[in-house]
């Protein structure tokens, strides 16, 4: 059974940075698809960042440069380091994760398992 529980969600400043992790149990890292989502507020989640067992990362154009998704298999923990945030970046942040499947990039929507989300809030 997969549990995904984030951490590191919080308050910033636009500019700053923030970096939130998962600890996910019961995931095989080399065969899975681990990734973040975001749902803004009074909007749709979206998918942000995956990464595959081989370690390749994909990014939404919206992240891409000022996020960087990693993987440490050893400390079970999948992270979201986050740069030069902007207003809206505010989102809550899932962490999910799935066989891979074949498909491991950032337009992936279907993920079978979900972290519980973890809110990260810009201000300007």
């Known amino acids: 059974q997969v549990r995904l529980v984030e951490s590191g969600g919080g308050s910033v400043q636009a500019g700053g940075s923030l970096t939130l992790s998962c600890v996910a149990s019961g995931v095989s890292y080399s065969s899975y698809c681990m990734g973040w989502f975001r749902q803004p507020p009074g909007k749709e989640r979206e998918g942000i960042t995956t990464?595959?067992?081989?370690?390749?990362?994909s990014y939404a154009d919206s992240v891409q440069g000022r996020f960087t998704i990693s993987l440490d298999a050893v400390k079970n923990s999948l992270y979201l380091q986050m740069s030069s945030l902007k207003p809206e970046d505010t989102a809550i942040y899932y962490c999910?994760?799935?066989?891979?499947?074949?498909?491991?990039?950032?337009?992936?929507?279907?993920?079978?398992?979900w972290g519980q989300g973890t809110q990260v809030t810009v201000s300007s």
């Open positions: 999910v994760a799935d066989w891979e499947d074949g498909i491991c990039n950032k337009d992936r929507v279907a993920f079978a398992n």
């Open positions: 990464i595959d067992g081989d370690g390749a990362a």
